[in-house]
């Protein structure tokens, strides 16, 4: 009785192109390739992130926060770390170039505040967040 399969030169070219769309779609969900039609005023998330530069201090435990950008945050993202501890607290505030704003915040056990900007631009015709990433961030040492 003669058995019937693939051959293995058939079977490790079908396993090299199954490893291979499992890598790009790896690479496209880790570096976010959808995010290329975000917009803000015609420019790219990256470029908008650059020009969103928030002044941020601590007095006690009340965070305070400047935008000195070019851009006003649709809202602030605060990430309080202690060694690998995260903890993330979306702020529902707008701030406009040249506008403050304060918050006191629970600090026990924090080490560093990251106080990053969250931009509103649009995807298409739908208006869509986009939270910076944390290198936009203004670092606070507690």
Same mark, same amino acid.
Do not use: H
């Given at each position: 009785m003669e !058995? !019937? #399969?693939i051959s293995p030169i058939v079977a490790v070219i079908l396993l090299i192109v199954? *490893?291979?769309? *499992?890598?790009?779609?790896?690479l496209i969900v880790a570096f #976010?390739? #959808?995010e290329e039609g975000w917009q803000k005023k015609g420019k790219s998330a990256e470029d908008v992130c +650059? !020009?969103?530069?928030? %002044?941020?201090?601590l007095d006690e435990e009340i965070l305070y926060m400047e935008n000195i950008g070019d851009y006003p945050t649709y809202q602030i993202l605060i990430k309080k770390m202690s060694g690998d501890y *995260? =903890? +993330? =607290?979306?702020? %529902?505030? !707008?701030l406009g170039e040249g506008s403050s704003?304060? =918050?006191e915040l629970d600090l026990s #056990?924090? %080490?560093e505040v990251l106080v990053i900007p969250v931009a509103l631009g649009t995807i298409g015709n739908q208006k869509v967040a986009k939270i910076c990433a944390d290198k936009f961030g203004t670092q606070v040492y507690v």
């Amino acid at each position: 009785m003669e !058995r !019937r #399969g693939i051959s293995p030169i058939v079977a490790v070219i079908l396993l090299i192109v199954f *490893v291979a769309l *499992v890598i790009i779609i790896i690479l496209i969900v880790a570096f #976010g390739v #959808g995010e290329e039609g975000w917009q803000k005023k015609g420019k790219s998330a990256e470029d908008v992130c +650059k !020009r969103m530069i928030l %002044d941020a201090y601590l007095d006690e435990e009340i965070l305070y926060m400047e935008n000195i950008g070019d851009y006003p945050t649709y809202q602030i993202l605060i990430k309080k770390m202690s060694g690998d501890y *995260v =903890e +993330k =607290e979306t702020l %529902d505030i !707008r701030l406009g170039e040249g506008s403050s704003y304060s =918050e006191e915040l629970d600090l026990s #056990g924090i %080490d560093e505040v990251l106080v990053i900007p969250v931009a509103l631009g649009t995807i298409g015709n739908q208006k869509v967040a986009k939270i910076c990433a944390d290198k936009f961030g203004t670092q606070v040492y507690v």
